[in-house]
Nanobody, 124 residues
Framework: QVQLVESGGGLVQAGDSLRLTCAASGRTFSVYTVGWFRQTPGKEREFVARIHWSSGITNYADSVKGRFTISRDNAKNTVYLQMNSLKPEDTANYYC?????????????????WGQGTQVTVSS
């Protein structure tokens, strides 16, 4: 099993920045990719970004490209999501997820482990 714990959410104003942290523990050697998803009430959980643990190759949703940056610290088993130029439409509960697939897709079903989520609220 892999445990994921998110932190760093909060209430900010439009244009502000926020950094989310995902700390992984347990059998972390069994996962290849860590991603971030977000969800608002009544909507599907949507892909935000992902990073391959060893290569550092990243992938982003078009809606956040150029504003969000995903990174990792392998020594700390931690993944970050730096969010800049935040918009009200970025308001959501953000989830960290880990996949045993080397190149997972962007669907929720491609990920095997999930954190509890951290709320991000962006006011206009």
């Amino acid at each position: 099993q892999v445990q994921l714990v998110e932190s760093g959410g909060g209430l900010v104003q439009a244009g502000d920045s926020l950094r989310l942290t995902c700390a992984a523990s347990g059998r972390t050697f069994s996962v290849y990719t860590v991603g971030w998803f977000r969800q608002t009430p009544g909507k599907e959980r949507e892909f935000v970004a992902r990073i391959h643990w060893s290569s550092g190759i990243t992938n982003y949703a078009d809606s956040v490209k150029g504003r969000f940056t995903i990174s990792r610290d392998n020594a700390k088993n931690t993944v970050y999501l730096q969010m800049n130029s935040l918009k009200p439409e970025d308001t959501a509960n953000y989830y960290c997820a880990a996949s045993r697939a080397v190149v997972p897709g962007n669907s929720r079903s491609d990920y095997d482990y999930w954190g509890q989520g951290t709320q991000v609220t962006v006011s206009s």
